[in-house]
């Protein structure tokens, strides 16, 4: 049992661990690179809004931070993503 816990632990923590790389592939893409249409740019682009979804709808649904130059649906992502990789790495 406690094997089986173990495995499916570090596979939560290697798709975590993918989608934080993911993220920031999407913020230094779109500092060098934010029009281009290349296909692997809109699949990082796709994956991470479907993502960041969750955080765009609640900060704009509060107001919070609307007329920041900072896109913090991304940042509560990203230390979501972290504080979920630490919960996994402790177990």
């Known amino acids: ?4 816990l173990s495995v ?3 596979i939560v923590l290697t798709l ?6 993911l993220m920031i592939g999407r913020a230094l893409l779109s500092l060098l690179a ?5 296909p692997v740019v809109n699949v990082i682009f796709n994956v991470t809004d479907w993502i960041m ?5 609640l900060l704009d649904k509060t107001g919070w931070f ?3 130059m900072i896109d ?3 940042m509560l992502t990203v230390i979501l993503l972290w ?5 996994f790495m402790l177990f």
């Open 8 to 10: 499916m632990s570090d």
């Open 53 to 57: 979804a969750p955080a765009q709808a």
């Open 72 to 74: 913090m649906a991304f």
């Open 66 to 68: 609307k007329n920041s």
């Open 16 to 21: 975590l661990s993918a989608l934080l790389f």
């Open 83 to 87: 504080i979920l990789a630490i919960l």
């Open 1 to 4: 049992m406690q094997a089986v």
């Open 34 to 38: 934010p029009d281009s249409d290349h």
